[in-house]
Nanobody, 122 residues
Framework: QVQLVESGGGLVQTGASLRLSCVAS????????LTWFHQAPGKEREFVSGMHWNGGSRYTDSVKGRFTISRDNIQKSVYLQMNSLKVEDAGVYYC????????????????WGQGTQVTVSS
């Protein structure tokens, strides 16, 4: 069983940066893929970025070059550095975990955090 707690959201202006954090509890953290999903108001939850158990990563096209995912296996944490934020980046960001490889499919993930709100004003 894995529990995830996100933090780091907030209200920023376009072009600003935020760093989201997700802390996990439970065993075998090193075996898990950790992924960030984004849900804008009235829309479905969408894949943003994921990091495989072995440190490989993937990003959705709209955030490439702006967002960076990283993990700290000792701290059992995953981070999302978000730069050059846009209005369309606003919404709730969720951290999710599954064993092995990060996928972009929400149903693949048995473990979810409660989400952290990001608001971007123009």
């Amino acid at each position: 069983q894995v529990q995830l707690v996100e933090s780091g959201g907030g209200l920023v202006q376009t072009g600003a940066s935020l760093r989201l954090s997700c802390v996990a509890s439970g065993r075998f953290f090193n075996n898990y893929a950790l992924t960030w999903f984004h849900q804008a108001p009235g829309k479905e939850r969408e894949f943003v970025s994921g990091m495989h158990w072995n440190g490989g990563s993937r990003y959705t096209d709209s955030v490439k070059g702006r967002f960076t995912i990283s993990r700290d296996n000792i701290q059992k944490s995953v981070y999302l550095q978000m730069n050059s934020l846009k209005v369309e980046d606003a919404g709730v960001y969720y951290c999710a975990a599954r064993t092995g490889i990060a996928t972009n499919i929400t149903l693949d993930y048995p473990y979810w955090g409660q989400g952290t709100q990001v608001t971007v004003s123009s």
